[in-house]
């Protein structure tokens, strides 16, 4: 993008119009024709908006119930109407080509346009005959399949470019010439006919119409579109202004102001790009101005932008994804997700006060002093009362609804109203907020009471969607539906509200409330708009995972990355997150998820349980999306990173590799809870959770000071390095403790029922198999594997064969395997090559039981030791914990 605006080196900044240009080419479509052409554009993203909110609302089975007609839609066309509208938007908005005119449609858009609709509806409108012919489709239906795919392609490189246009393209190749000669062995496949691929691909729910197209349709549209609207209401300079007046006087505060309000926006907002340039242009100058340069003032937005993706509620729609992929409840992902994000917020806050204190950045002018136990009192006594003003709302609803259970329904939703309006008052007691100029010669940072007090009504929607997520476990796009509609409200109604609370005069309140009603439209259209390239891309990577289903690609990437990592697991990650960036630089984050996740997370599982580590799936898929986020970081072509570059004048490709050193802390996270899932709160407490969640912090905190190189004065090599040691024995001290005492304890093979029988719930027990090989009886294989034998009390040969699939026959002191009997266990295929049929018996060489050892945490004494020896040393040369940067 920043090329082709001629930016494609450090230059001056773009102007607001430059840079709204660059979000909508990027998000929304670069495409703003004039006359009739604007009108349906605009017309058809409403439409859409609407209709995601029929479908999502209960209002289908009320009419069905009503008028006995079929007005419930099923799956299969709703996923088939919302890639018609995708499709059909995303040829009217986006050009075909950067000489392509932006102020008209082409004739052959149109058709184009129609077509591509055409083909998506064909699904929805011939859905029972499709039904009728499970797997033999006729000639029309070939046809439009094969147009289908073709236009989709097309569409999705406009919206997004042709990384993920080529990467699909590449899947169908396979699927079609996968028997080829000159592909590699361990690759090649039978490869299917022209009617099996669109069967697969188009006329079933196996590729472009399956899960991640029902995702979008189901859950993601209702986020985007409650970002959107959030954003119309004005929530998204409340949240600029709230950081500042927050953190905008400390050092490196608009830094700091830049973290914090990206992370706001970032837990609503789907769009890493439109996230910068909505902060950013407020953000990137005042950094600049109190000394970070155009890069690294770039680079904080870039990585504080980015790394809103990781937030709950809605992570980028990875969130909702992993409930299907995994069969998960959505509040599971949200817990996983939850303790990773946070500290790697405050990490990045922590590594932006460095880079201030170091550089010996001033500070902004505060309006009223307050010493530092003053603002932690307050901060302490404000999440206190907002810790008892929930309990206090749990009560009053429950009381509600025990007391008046035939109408609690409406006396609450009256209660929610009312508290809206006395919020509105509230605010009306003030001026609205307007943004400073960032430009300005002095910048007055705002008053916290004065920012709070104009924007509580924003909470208001937030709220409902946690309550009905968290408390009322309603599903995420029931649960989104409900506050868009209270957003609906709150668009409508709140300017009308404030002039009359203000007493201003009923013609003007009139001309507000019209004010109002656009602002709906223009929310409803811009959210339409923002879903486009999504829609595309969760089809297109449909594609992809029809692909792996089709071929069994999934199996042989298994062996294949088994075989370069020799069975290393950390290795097997390496692999992963490698190719997690190189897909990266061209796809974006949803997209880079489902193709990751489709072809890496179960082998992650599969071939670390195969080798004797056990890997939770959820693991496995935030390693996966971790990676993946850094798609609109990772140089040449991250997107953010040309963003932020545009607002700061920067080198593109300068701040993308600053951004990446920024985002360092996103990138150990992953590889750290792997290997440690007290992070991802798996069966853990919650006394539990807060002292990893302090034990954490303070690692990356010590991570930060160590990448930063500097921590109370510069770092010597020696230190960094002693910072770094600290690190690794904080997040995983279990690494040490395996050095000094072996985690397991070797038990006979004949004995294997009893020692299964005497171990406790979810004890992991690992098998060490040894047999001929299928392709060479006269060679021996050896398979260590690993698995979780579940809940205790049962006989130990019933516990074994419910966890593992595998019978055993004990004779004397020899075990032998009998062939799994489910073809699609864990176990199956990782025994596959071996030979159950063979002169010799696959066998059990060795049981391996869970050691009883001393505590891990035994080695954060040593941490703790290292750590004071580091502290000591910068204290003697004249550090601080605020910073020295004289120290040498």
Known sequence: ??????????????????????????????????????????????????????????????????????????????????????????????????????????????????????????????????????GLPITQDLVVAGLGIVFLLEATRRALGPPLAVVAIIFLGYVFFGSSPWLPDIIRWGGASFGRAMDQMWLSTGGVFGVPLGVSAAFVFLFVLFGSMLDRAGAGNFFIKLAFALLGHMRGGPAKAAVLSSMMTGMISGSSIANVVTTGTFTIPLMKRVG???????????????????????????????????????????????????????????????????????????????????????????????????????????????????????????????????????????PDLDLDDPNAPVVELPLLKDVIKTGLHYLLPLFVLVWFLMVERRSPGLSAFYAVLLLIVVVITQKPLKAMFRKVQSSNQLALFREGFDDLVEGLISGARNMIGIACATAAAGIIVGTVTLTGIGQVMAEFVEFLSGGNIFLILVFTAVISLVLGMG???????????????????????????????????????????????????????????????????????????????????????????????????????????????AAMLIFAAATQGFFMARNRIWETAALLLVTFLLLRPGFFLDLVQPPFNNVEPSSIHEAIEREPDDAEIRLRIVGPSFDNPDQMRERTMAFNLGPAGEPGDVRLEKATGLIVQIDGDAVALEEPMDMNSRASRALSGLDFYADVPVRIAAVEVTAERMPREIFYIPALLLFGLVFWSQRRRGGTLAGNPQAA
């Open 292 to 430: 970070f340069t155009a890069e690294k003032a770039g680079s904080v937005e870039v990585a504080s932008s980015v790394n809103g993706q990781i937030m709950p509620p809605v992570m980028g729609a990875a969130a909702f994804l992993m409930v299907e992929y995994i069969g998960i409840p959505y509040i599971e992902v949200i817990k996983h997700a939850f303790l990773p994000a946070v500290i790697s917020y405050i990490a990045l806050l922590y590594l932006v006060h460095l880079e201030a204190v170091r550089g010996d950045m001033p500070v902004l002018p505060k309006r009223v002093r307050t010493t530092g136990l003053r603002s932690l009192l307050r901060f302490g006594i404000f999440a206190a009362s907002t810790v008892i003003l929930a309990g206090v709302i749990y009560y009053i609803v429950t009381f509600v609804r025990m007391l008046f259970p035939e109408v609690s329904g409406t006396l609450l939703i009256l209660l929610l109203l009312a508290v809206y309006v006395g919020l509105i008052w509230y605010a009306a007691q003030v």
């Open 587 to 697: 796809l974006p984050t949803t997209a880079n998820y489902i193709v990751v996740s489709s072809l890496m997370a179960p082998v992650i599982v599969e071939v670390g349980a195969a080798n004797g580590v056990l890997i939770p799936l959820i693991a496995a898929h935030m390693f996966v999306f971790y990676f993946g986020i850094m798609a609109d970081v990772t140089p040449p072509v991250g997107l953010a990173s040309f963003a932020a570059a545009a607002v700061s004048g920067g080198d593109p490709i300068k701040t993308g590799f600053v951004a990446f050193f920024y985002s360092l802390r996103t990138i150990l996270l992953p590889f750290i809870f792997v290997f440690n899932t007290d992070l991802l709160l798996i069966n853990v407490g919650w006394l539990g959770g807060i002292w990893i969640f302090l034990l954490a912090t």
């Open 1 to 134: 993008m920043a090329v082709e605006n001629g930016k494609s080196g450090a230059g001056a900044p773009l102007s607001d119009a430059e840079l709204q240009d660059l979000v909508a080419a990027t998000d929304t479509g670069a495409r703003k024709p004039l006359g009739y052409a604007a009108w349906i554009i605009s017309g058809i993203a409403l439409c859409w908006s609407l209709f995601q909110l029929y479908i999502a609302s209960p209002l289908p089975f009320t009419l069905s119930s009503l008028t006995r007609l079929p007005l419930v839609l099923n799956d299969t066309q709703t996923r088939s109407i919302h890639l018609a509208f995708g499709v059909f938007l995303a040829f009217m908005a986006y050009p075909a080509f950067s000489s392509s005119p932006r102020d008209r449609v082409p004739i052959h858009d149109w058709i184009f346009a129609l077509l591509a609709a055409g083909t998506a509806l064909y699904i929805s409108i011939f859905y029972r005959d499709l039904a009728r012919r499970p």
